[in-house]
């Protein structure tokens, strides 16, 4: 039996669309669109009109756009075919069931075009992984930052540490063999200062990680506050939606509830909670305002909502909490203290007030730095070793346990771009991918 070793896919979704796209990539991909189009010659990286055809009816199966790519020009790095057709369920059918009919192809697994682009090093891991990043994203801010990444910054980042690390290394080891005087003056000194500003800029660039992992999950926003002060009637003015119980019955929101929203390009999950009553009795309502408590702990933000004066509990209040005076349709005020925004949810005063304030504060908390972010906890968990091991190195006194342990930092950075891999890691990588990427 021949190898299947040329893949195929539907790289677009499934279903009704404008158009569908095909890819199939491989030693044979070429062979391929020649018997699927009846034609021989083929330029590559030009677009052509052509109709497909089944390989074993003969039966017309789309007229379509096609495109080859030569090797090592292409995703893969391998000759690669891209089909253009009707974005029909019928015609999709009907070029999957063609395909299926060639000896040396088979349907791909997810991300194993992707994969062959690593192994063809035409990626490496962090660009395989900002490309998935850039695949979910949601929001905009998401976009850039999977979009940053998927270029190779971060890689950059990671092998001119690993460069010079390995230096580092060379001269500890250089030290073992030669004797102090055939060694120039003060290389351990000048090796352990640059060891030191190595450990520096990882530790911040690990701090990165907080940011990144706030936009790629979401800012977490709880409104909280007694009970009847107006939170669900705002919760639901935010997400433009009657998802909350409104009622001037205290005590109505009994659980949290969660939307995920889109502010100015940001994922945010706002949640509404249930009012803190100090004098309830009921236990439902109890639990509640414990689940409330805890939402409020874990917030990034806090809206507290208040709708007098007199109640206003100043320990509800840190740098992260947005205050308001709701009802202000209700009742006027002489004299409002600095820091509490009047607002009525009812007939939008201070609305446009409101929303500024709360923009600014996402936008403080989502502040990216134009420097290469860390994205995934994998990199974060693999930094904190090096770090481990290059801080060992440092003190170290034995200088074979110095060179043992940056040996194993060195490798520890390739594993994260990929320079010194396992199969196992990659594996884990790839089948988050979809089919056809
Ligand atoms: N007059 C006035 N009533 C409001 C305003 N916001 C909410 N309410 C009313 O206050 C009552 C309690 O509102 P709700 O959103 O359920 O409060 P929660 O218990 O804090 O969630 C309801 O009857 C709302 O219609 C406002 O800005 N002005
Ligand atoms: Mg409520």
Redesign the pocket.
């Known amino acids: 039996m021949k190898k299947k070793n040329t893949i195929f896919a539907l790289s677009s979704a499934y279903g009704k669309a404008g158009v569908s796209v095909f890819r199939i990539s491989g030693p044979d991909a070429l062979d391929i669109l020649k018997k699927l189009s009846k034609k021989k010659k083929f330029t590559p990286n030009v677009m052509q009109y052509s109709d497909i055809y089944h390989p074993l009816t003969n039966e017309l199966l789309d007229s379509c756009m096609v495109v080859f790519f030569k090797a090592p020009k292409s995703y893969t790095g391998e000759d690669t075919v891209e089909l253009f057709t009707h974005g029909s369920i019928a015609v999709i059918d009907a070029v999957y069931d063609a395909l299926s009919k060639f000896e040396t192809a088979r349907i791909a697994e997810p991300g194993e075009f992707t994969k062959r682009a690593f192994l063809n090093d035409k990626l490496d891991l962090t660009q395989v992984e900002a490309i998935s990043d850039l695949i979910e994203a949601e929001t905009e801010s998401q976009r850039k930052l999977a979009l940053n990444n998927t270029n190779g910054q971060l890689s950059k980042l990671y092998n001119l540490w690993r460069d010079k690390l390995v230096k580092i290394l060379a001269w500890y080891e250089a030290s073992i063999d030669f004797s102090d005087d055939e060694m120039p003056i003060n290389v351990i000194d000048q090796n352990n200062k640059n060891l030191e500003d190595v450990i520096n800029e990882i530790e911040k660039h690990i701090k990165t990680s907080s940011v990144a992992q706030l936009i790629k999950y979401g800012l977490d926003i709880a409104i909280i506050?007694?009970?009847?002060?107006?939170?669900?009637?705002?919760?639901?003015k935010i997400i433009g939606q009657n998802k909350?119980?409104?009622?001037?019955i205290?005590g109505?929101?009994r659980d949290v509830i969660d939307a995920i929203i889109d502010v100015d390009g940001f994922k945010i999950n706002l949640s509404?909670t249930a009012?803190l009553n100090s004098k309830t009795n009921d236990k439902i309502e109890k639990k509640g305002i414990k689940k409330a408590l805890e939402k409020a702990q874990k917030a990034d933000i806090k809206i507290y909502?208040i709708?007098n004066l007199k109640s206003f509990d100043s320990k509800q209040v840190d740098k992260d909490t947005i205050v308001l005076l709701?009802?202000?349709?209700?009742k006027s005020y002489k004299k409002i203290p600095d820091g509490i925004l009047p607002?009525?949810?009812?007939?939008n005063s201070n609305w446009k007030k409101f929303w500024n304030l709360l923009t600014f504060k996402i936008k403080e908390k989502m502040e990216m730095s134009s420097d290469a972010t860390l994205t995934q906890q994998r990199y974060k968990n693999t930094l904190e070793s090096v770090l481990m091991f290059l801080k060992t190195a440092l003190t170290e006194q034995e200088i074979d346990l110095k060179v043992e342990n940056l040996r194993l930092a060195t490798d520890a950075i390739g594993s994260i771009t990929g320079r010194v891999y396992f199969n196992e890691l990659l594996d884990e990588i790839f089948s988050s991918f979809c089919l056809g990427k």
């Open positions: 506050g007694k009970p009847n002060v107006g939170k669900s009637s705002l919760f639901n909350a119980i409104v009622s001037n205290a109505t929101t509404d009012g909502v709708d709701n009802k202000i349709d209700k607002i009525s949810v009812k007939d």
